[in-house]
């Protein structure tokens, strides 16, 4: 029998932007209705970061084993059980999901759902035998795997994110099409369990990141026996044999197919919004989501849309930030605006790419005249310790030593960036960061000598010597 249910907030999808809404409500005592189709937790928890991040961690310690000559200890090679390493990673799912689940958000007060939902006017939204009149509407239904329009590949088994952690046997030859941060990773990390790896991608792998600092990446990977084929196109896909597939390509050196055991479609995301009946609610929406305000409000003043269907930048911890600043609006009416250039990311590869900030090039296209500040891990004692010394920091400043960016390639660098985040955010300069005291050893002394060299020229300058000289009169 319908009912209608008149909470404060009603959030549409359980994932990490709509578990933080409805938590932070229902602690401040507000009612509030979350609505989640699918699992809890979302894509980050079910198919995405969870799982990639547990996969590679099996991948890296399989690679480790072979990396011991240098430290005097006899390489080996991993005997690979992929079927345990899957384990791994559905254990490592389901430690996080009770945190996640209907049980918990229920003990917190929230009144959870589990149906789709849909507008039925711009106020009022159904989810399975409910009616849902509430005073603001929160839109965190997240992205999916996007399968672009490739002839075959409809008639091809193929894999997505969604769909690859269900795999019990390690692929013989995995194809991935798509060289961003999800193809990458994968790649890599089944390459080093074992896997023959070919990656294809239609412009530069990992080309949001910085150049200089993927070329580096990018290096390592191929070394350890990852094809991967840039400005190459996917022209038509078909069966081969019994259950593998042949992928026709072309490039700038012509023709060509590859044929594998199995194939991974790693060509971005799409976000979920078709079933949500938008049009009838009036809020305006394309093809790369839901159009918002800088406040993430839409173009019906009661809805607003988080993380990825809000059409920018597809992270978890940016569904969380975007999360914390309708709260502040909802609970507290506080001007809250998106600022995405304090949004860092990090690429999971190894070696680790992360940045925070302008890009080189955007820098120079904003600004007048820039500093670059460099050091490389090689000149960092712990690095050298631990013979992790491919990698630098590259830092991008103005003129009067404000920090704009920061990226970095090397080990430990999605933990690195976290510094640099916080500069940004506080609007901090490389004064401030030359100024703190790292332990030694760290690999974030990395970062503080690159700080310094901001400095370097100021012995060369005539007044600062002539300053010095002056102030030895006083003894």
Not at 314 to 323: C, D, E, I, L, R
Request: charged fraction near 25%.
């Amino acid at each position: 029998m319908s009912s209608i249910l008149t909470p404060d907030i009603c959030v549409i999808g359980g994932g990490s932007g709509g578990l933080t809404v409805a938590a932070a409500a229902a602690a401040f005592g507000v009612p509030v209705v979350l609505i989640e189709k699918g699992k809890m937790g979302g894509d980050c928890l079910n198919y995405g970061c969870v799982p990639s991040k547990a996969l590679i961690a099996a991948g890296k310690q399989a690679h480790l084993m072979g990396q011991g000559e240098g430290f005097g200890i006899a390489p080996v090679d991993a005997d690979v059980d992929f079927r345990r390493v899957m384990k791994h990673v559905e254990q490592t799912i389901a430690a996080i999901a009770p945190n996640d689940s209907v049980e918990r958000f229920t003990s917190l007060g929230v009144r959870v759902i589990q149906a789709e939902a849909r507008f039925t006017d711009g106020r009022t939204v159904v989810a399975g035998n409910q009616t849902i009149r509430a005073r603001r509407f929160v839109i965190a239904t997240g992205s999916s795997p996007l399968v672009p329009p490739i002839p075959g590949i409809d008639a091809v088994p193929h894999l997505t994110n969604e769909t690859i952690f269900e795999q019990t046997r390690l692929p013989a030859h995995l194809i991935v099409i798509g060289g961003g941060p999800i193809g990458i990773e994968l790649a890599q990390a089944h390459r080093r369990l074992g896997s023959k790896v070919t990656v294809v991608e239609a412009l530069t792998a990992l080309g949001k990141d910085d150049p200089e600092l993927t070329e580096l990446a990018l290096r390592r990977i191929r070394a350890e026996g990852v094809s991967i084929l840039e400005r190459t196109r996917v022209t038509r896909i078909e069966k081969h044999g019994r259950s593998g597939v042949r992928v026709h390509i072309e490039s700038e050196t012509g023709d060509g197919t590859i044929e594998g055991s199995h194939l991974l479609v790693a060509a971005g995301r799409t976000p979920n919004i078709d079933a949500l009946d938008l049009d009838r609610a009036g809020v305006v929406h394309g093809r790369k989501g839901i159009a918002v305000s800088d406040r993430l409000r839409t173009s019906n003043r009661r809805v607003y849309a988080i993380g990825d269907v809000a059409g920018g930048l597809q992270f978890t911890h940016v569904a969380g930030y975007h999360a914390g600043l309708v709260v502040r609006a909802l609970l507290f009416r506080l001007s809250a605006r998106e600022n995405r250039a304090i949004i860092p990311w990090a690429t999971y590869t190894d070696p680790e790419i992360a940045h925070v900030g302008l890009s080189e090039d955007e820098a120079r296209k904003s600004h007048r005249r820039i500093n670059i500040l460099r050091w490389p891990y090689a000149e960092n004692d712990r690095a050298q310790a631990e013979r992790k010394t491919e990698g630098l920091i590259k830092l991008v400043t103005d003129r009067k030593g404000r920090i704009l960016g920061a990226s970095i390639v090397g080990a430990g660098a999605g933990e690195m960036i976290n510094l640099w985040a916080l500069a940004l955010s506080q609007k901090l300069g490389v004064r401030d960061v030359a100024g703190y005291v790292a332990p030694y050893p760290t690999m974030t002394e990395i970062g503080k000598r690159a700080a310094i060299t901001y400095f370097s020229a100021a012995p060369r300058k005539p007044f600062v010597r002539g300053l010095v000289r002056f102030l030895r009169r006083f003894g």
